[in-house]
């Protein structure tokens, strides 16, 4: 498999086979880490960070997997540089590619990173748009093969909640390229546009994934063994709308009760973080007043803490499917 100099946009980019070597080669890249037999792929390669919107897991996944690679990483943000309110993406594309091997950038438009790749002579890498989180997705998946032993086409997963945000998108897309068993579950007016879903079927015709789009939590839970949320209001998304999200969104709560309906004794909770299942943050506290939610908002405490829950292991490998895409595209 040859992914040199490709940049990483978005999962329609890359066929079942490119995306499964991608997964294949973080486990790899991890056992090595773990037995402290990593070899350095990436030594002096210098990667620039554009980040217009904030991140932990993201930034930090980039900057171990850089470092343990033996390459360098610059972190730019819209505040501290020229990137966006002074100087165009098309420009900062040029200047970035003389001196990096590689440019990754989080910000609001997929349009802004579809330019950067476009200008840029180095491989692009898409750390969170509005409409795509793909290289979350690497580590959903590998998450998922870990824990269930199965092949990618024979998992089966169910997202609920705000089903139009970039990880109702991926997790969408991804599931239909690889022949998964995908269920959407969300109000109406929050499941993917109809461009989309027609994105979707034409992966899934090819693949045999089975999509599942609905309203009803009992109809996408059931024989799920995998269900995965995210935030109700997302980076970039007025506050004020969080009133209207929570009305919507309360019946899509994961709880108890909803992983009771899948059936499956030993499913597993998953959530790409940050996530709100207590008052210990600004925003988390603010709505949990407001609502009356004491017990958390799109995932219970007691679910996110209990032994169904595996978003740490999911966190642990942003990191590793992160150094399989640059290893990939700009490695020895
Ligand atoms: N999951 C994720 O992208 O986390 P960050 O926003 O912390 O990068
Ligand atoms: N949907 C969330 C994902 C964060 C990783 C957001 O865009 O804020």
Known sequence: MNLKNRDFLKEIDFTADELQYLIDLAIELKAAKRERREVKHLQDRNIALIFEKTSTRTRCAFEVAAFDQGAHTTYLDGQSSQVGHKESIADTARVLSRYYDAIQFRGKSQEMVEELAQFSDVPVYNG??????????????????????????????????????????????????????????????????????????????????????????DEALLGAQFVHTDVWVSMGESPEIWNERVKLLSPYQVNREALAKTGVADV????????????????????????????????????????????????????????????ATIGD
């Not at 959407?184 to 994105?199: T, V």
């Not at 996110?304 to 829950?309: A, G, K, P, R, W």
């Open 128 to 217: 969170l748009t509005d409409e795509w989180h793909p290289t979350q997705m690497l580590a959903d998946f590998q998450t998922m093969i870990e824990h269930t032993g199965r092949k990618t086409n024979e998992l089966s997963f169910a997202y609920v909640g705000d089903a139009r945000n970039n990880m109702g998108h991926s997790l969408l897309m991804m599931g239909a390229i690889m022949g998964c068993d995908v269920r959407i579950a969300g109000p109406s007016e929050l499941l993917p546009s109809a461009e989309i879903r027609a994105l979707a079927d034409a992966a899934a015709a090819k693949s045999g994934a089975r999509i599942t789009l609905t309203d009803s939590m």
């Open 268 to 327: 597993k909770f998953m959530h790409c973080l940050p996530g709100f299942h207590n008052e210990q943050t600004t925003i988390g506290f603010e709505i949990a007043s407001k609502t009356g939610m004491h017990e958390g908002l799109e995932v219970t405490h007691d679910i996110f803490e209990s032994d169904l829950s595996v978003v740490f292991d999911q966190a642990e490998n942003r990191m590793h499917t992160i150094k399989a895409i640059m290893v």
